[in-house]
């Protein structure tokens, strides 16, 4: 039956691929590993799980990417393949982007007419040449990544390895205690009770229809003290859908944060990841003066400051230096427009941890541009005239909650098609009422124009494009396949802000 079925998928997908013409020479790796040689290095091992975590002293049922030895994610030195067997014990059907990689189409962890998911009690191989950075994996799947099936994908270089600095990396996650399902019907208007989606109660309550709005003038309500900073009125503030229970950072909050050793007068490298599904951070190094070093993996100029912001889907590397009296130092990430943050806490031998507020004193503003101005790539694209210049509009809203791009859902979406070699330039115009972080798959971009500004910016594979702002992002085309670009917001994703650049292999 397993056979049949299985037979089945593959020549639908077969007949799909039929119709994608060039790219139907992708699918012999669909199944990559399969055949791979007896005398072939031992393939790492990564289960997708089911687990219970304690937050804020509550249990939740939720998932994990990790190792047999409970490693959660994958952290490959300098040359090691990605050679990694899947398994998926989730109970349920599942698919893991590996994002931040450029693997072959067939291997980049996404589910279409010519990708199956796997199963639930299936295994999948996967085999490509990794690329050196802080990345992260994640669930394409439905609204499984909001139940934190996610965890850091790390490739250290030679370079990484010769720095004298110790290594700490931090996924960041919202959290709810609720079914995202239900999250997400109260936002479309579903048949939930639509009183469910205020999470910390006392938040109006009983308004039915309008519950997304409630969440928005709630969020209004936190920019109380901000109104008047740098020309925002509360109308122009739309930033946060959902009131989350809870921000992780490597699974815990300030009720119990990881506190990591380290040295007076040493060295760390942060390895940061926004894996949020709907929150936005800034990132505050208190006394710190932080120096980012990458953005999505690819080196940039040094950039120092204290403050740094970071959309859903985004990594920093900081470097910063202890200093040589040492104590205790919380990295802090406050979400956009609230009070609300999480983090880790930096401590030197025998230093005093004190407990630090899981509410900052003020509300922050939005996650702005400021940041990505400042990044320039170490190494950019090389000057070439483009081939094929593309300008899409970001569009939608939030009555009804649908979220699009140039008015059309994913489904009804127009590809971008470019042929494999081309020099291409992606537009994304914001006509929508919110900021929405963009990414694409199968290559790195160069960010080239910011609200119609050029710059020479950073490679990297998502890029914020802010209300009534613009970005361009250019790329050489160089990995066949159909390639999503789409919000890394995943509600927005989920109701639609999806499309393909197709890369057409030219014979
Ligand atoms: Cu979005």
């Given at each position: 039956?397993?056979?049949?079925?299985?037979?089945?998928?593959?020549?639908a997908?077969?007949?799909?691929?039929?119709?994608?013409?060039?790219?139907s020479?992708?699918?012999?790796?669909?199944?990559?590993?399969?055949?791979?040689?007896?005398?072939?290095?031992?393939?790492?091992?990564?289960?997708?799980?089911?687990?219970?975590?304690?937050?804020?002293?509550?249990?939740?049922?939720?998932?994990?990417?990790r190792?047999?030895?409970?490693?959660?994610?994958?952290?490959l030195?300098?040359?090691?393949?990605?050679l990694?067997?899947?398994?998926?014990?989730?109970?349920?059907?599942?698919?893991?982007?590996?994002?931040?990689?450029?693997?072959?189409y067939?291997?980049?962890?996404?589910?279409?007419?010519?990708?199956?998911?796997?199963?639930d009690?299936?295994?999948?191989?996967?085999?490509?040449e990794?690329?050196?950075g802080t990345?992260?994996?994640?669930?394409?799947?439905?609204?499984?990544?909001?139940r934190?099936?996610?965890a850091?994908?790390?490739?250290?270089?030679?370079e990484?390895?010769?720095?004298?600095?110790?290594?700490?990396?931090?996924?960041?996650?919202?959290?709810?205690?609720?079914?995202p399902?239900?999250?997400?019907?109260?936002?479309?208007?579903g048949?939930?009770?639509?009183?469910?989606?205020?999470?910390?109660?006392?938040?109006?309550?009983g308004?039915?229809?309008?519950?997304p709005?409630?969440?928005?003038?709630?969020?209004?309500?936190?920019?109380?003290?901000?109104?008047?900073?740098?020309?925002?009125?509360?109308?122009?503030?739309?930033?946060?859908?959902?009131?989350?229970?809870?921000?992780?950072?490597?699974?815990?909050?300030?009720?119990?944060?990881?506190?990591?050793?380290?040295?007076?007068?040493?060295?760390?490298?942060?390895?940061?990841?926004?894996?949020?599904?709907?929150?936005?951070f800034?990132i505050?190094?208190?006394?710190?003066?932080?120096?980012?070093?990458a953005?999505?993996?690819?080196?940039?100029?040094?950039?120092?400051?204290?403050?740094?912001?970071?959309?859903?889907g985004?990594?920093?590397?900081?470097?910063v230096?202890?200093?040589?009296?040492?104590?205790?130092?919380?990295?802090?990430?406050?979400?956009e427009?609230?009070?609300?943050?999480?983090?880790?806490?930096?401590?030197?031998?025998?230093?005093?941890?004190?407990?630090?507020?899981?509410?900052?004193?003020?509300?922050?503003?939005?996650?702005d541009?400021?940041?990505?101005?400042?990044?320039?790539?170490?190494?950019?694209?090389?000057?070439?005239?483009?081939?094929?210049?593309?300008?899409?509009?970001?569009?939608?809203?939030?009555?009804?909650?649908?979220?699009?791009?140039?008015?059309?859902?994913?489904?009804?979406?127009?590809p971008l098609?470019?042929?494999?070699?081309?020099r291409?330039?992606v537009?994304m115009?914001?006509?929508?009422p919110?900021?929405?972080?963009?990414?694409?798959?199968?290559?790195?971009?160069?960010?080239?124009?910011?609200?119609?500004?050029a710059?020479?910016?950073?490679?990297?594979d998502?890029?914020?494009?802010?209300?009534?702002?613009s970005?361009?992002?250019?790329f050489?085309?160089?990995?066949?396949?159909?390639?999503?670009?789409?919000c890394?917001?995943?509600?927005?994703?989920?109701?639609?802000?999806m499309?393909?650049?197709?890369?057409e292999?030219?014979?």
């Amino acid at each position: 039956m397993t056979i049949l079925q299985t037979r089945r998928r593959f020549l639908a997908s077969a007949a799909s691929a039929a119709a994608l013409g060039g790219l139907s020479t992708l699918l012999p790796a669909l199944i990559p590993g399969a055949v791979r040689p007896a005398w072939a290095a031992a393939p790492l091992r990564l289960a997708v799980e089911r687990r219970v975590l304690e937050v804020m002293g509550k249990p939740a049922s939720v998932f994990g990417i990790r190792q047999p030895d409970g490693t959660s994610g994958l952290f490959l030195d300098p040359g090691q393949r990605f050679l990694v067997d899947l398994a998926n014990r989730a109970g349920e059907d599942a698919v893991i982007h590996w994002h931040g990689m450029t693997p072959p189409y067939a291997q980049d962890g996404v589910a279409d007419a010519n990708r199956p998911l796997i199963r639930d009690g299936a295994s999948q191989g996967y085999d490509f040449e990794p690329r050196p950075g802080t990345h992260w994996m994640h669930s394409h799947h439905g609204l499984q990544e909001q139940r934190l099936m996610a965890a850091p994908l790390i490739v250290r270089t030679v370079e990484d390895r010769r720095e004298d600095a110790q290594e700490v990396t931090v996924l960041l996650h919202d959290f709810t205690f609720k079914d995202p399902a239900e999250v997400l019907a109260g936002l479309t208007g579903g048949t939930m009770d639509h009183g469910d989606m205020n999470h910390g109660g006392g938040h109006g309550g009983g308004h039915g229809g309008a519950m997304p709005m409630m969440n928005h003038s709630m969020d209004m309500k936190g920019m109380g003290d901000m109104k008047g900073m740098g020309g925002m009125t509360m109308a122009a503030m739309d930033l946060n859908d959902v009131e989350y229970d809870a921000y992780l950072a490597n699974d815990r909050t300030f009720d119990d944060p990881e506190v990591v050793r380290v040295e007076r007068g040493g060295r760390v490298r942060l390895r940061l990841i926004n894996g949020a599904t709907s929150t936005a951070f800034h990132i505050e190094l208190g006394a710190l003066d932080g120096t980012v070093v990458a953005a999505d993996g690819n080196p940039v100029q040094p950039v120092t400051g204290r403050r740094f912001g970071m959309v859903m889907g985004q990594r920093l590397d900081i470097l910063v230096r202890l200093p040589d009296e040492g104590g205790a130092f919380p990295v802090l990430a406050q979400r956009e427009g609230e009070r609300q943050r999480t983090g880790i806490i930096l401590a030197t031998p025998g230093a005093t941890v004190n407990k630090v507020a899981g509410l900052a004193d003020g509300a922050a503003g939005p996650v702005d541009l400021s940041l990505e101005r400042r990044l320039t790539a170490l190494a950019p694209l090389a000057p070439r005239p483009t081939d094929a210049a593309f300008t899409i509009r970001l569009t939608g809203g939030m009555a009804p909650y649908v979220w699009t791009i140039d008015d059309r859902p994913f489904g009804e979406h127009r590809p971008l098609t470019v042929l494999k070699g081309q020099r291409v330039t992606v537009t994304m115009v914001n006509e929508s009422p919110m900021a929405h972080p963009m990414h694409l798959h199968g290559q790195h971009f160069q960010v080239a124009a910011l609200n119609g500004t050029a710059l020479a910016g950073a490679v990297r594979d998502t890029v914020l494009v802010p209300m009534n702002g613009s970005a361009t992002i250019a790329f050489d085309a160089d990995n066949p396949g159909r390639w999503p670009l789409h919000c890394h917001n995943l509600l927005h994703m989920a109701t639609g802000m999806m499309t393909e650049l197709v890369c057409e292999q030219t014979i």
